[in-house]
């Protein structure tokens, strides 16, 4: 009897996103933080989609439904609600990046401002 195919797991870490990055793999990369927040830091290559506006945008990320997505918000929290809540809509590659972007800038950017 054949192993079921492991599923993504819901959480990665901070040095898996950027080495996904670095390799140039394709991926959708969310900050779900508000835009006052993203003002203040943000990654470069993370798209700004507030966990306040994503039930009302959905529609922007369907041409994405089978693609791996990375949320990242300020410590992992919302961004692991996020994640949750785009696999119960049926994106099984949603993923939220562990310890958000304070994480980031403590093992991978040290240049960002922390809040």
Sequence with gaps: MSAPQMAV??????????????????FVFLDCREPNEHQTVSIRQAK??????????LAELESHREDDIVIHCHHGGRSLRV????RQQ?????????????????????SLPRY
């Design 9 to 26: 797991p819901v959480e990665v870490t901070c040095a898996q996103v950027k080495a996904q990055l670095e390799v140039s793999e394709h």
């Design 48 to 57: 700004l989609l507030p966990m306040s506006e994503i039930q009302n945008r």
């Design 83 to 86: 994640a949750n809540w785009l």
């Design 90 to 110: 049926g994106f099984s590659k949603a993923q939220s990046m562990a310890g958000g972007i304070d994480q980031w800038a403590v093992e991978i950017d040290p």
